[in-house]
Nanobody
Framework: QVRLVESGGGFVQAGGSLKLSCVAS?????LGWYRQAPGKQRELVAL??????DYADSVKGRFTISRDNIKNTVHLQMTNLKPEDTAVYYC?????????WGQGTQVTVSS
């Protein structure tokens, strides 16, 4: 079982920045972030695995994912935030066989 603990998030005005962090209890191949807005499905925000990164089109150029393999951490630097970025953000960890989720952290962007 892999435990993921998130930190960061909060309330910010449009155009502002926030940084999310997640610590995994052990090394894991895939680390990333998903988000879920009210009434919507959970969607991929950014993912890193094997040196590769992937971003949702809606966040490209504004969000940056980074990881520290020694500390088993992943960060999401979010800039130029928009009201449509408002959601609960979940840390995701994935191996070949299993998926793991953090408890979620709220990000609210006011217009």
């Amino acid at each position: 079982q892999v435990r993921l603990v998130e930190s960061g998030g909060g309330f910010v005005q449009a155009g502002g920045s926030l940084k999310l962090s997640c610590v995994a209890s052990t090394s894991i191949f895939k680390l990333g972030w998903y988000r879920q807005a009210p009434g919507k499905q959970r969607e991929l925000v950014a993912l890193t695995a094997g040196g590769n990164t992937d971003y949702a089109d809606s966040v490209k150029g504004r969000f940056t994912i980074s990881r520290d393999n020694i500390k088993n951490t992943v960060h999401l630097q979010m800039t130029n935030l928009k009201p449509e970025d408002t959601a609960v953000y979940y840390c995701y960890g994935g191996s070949q066989w299993y998926s793991y989720w953090g408890q979620g952290t709220q990000v609210t962007v006011s217009s």
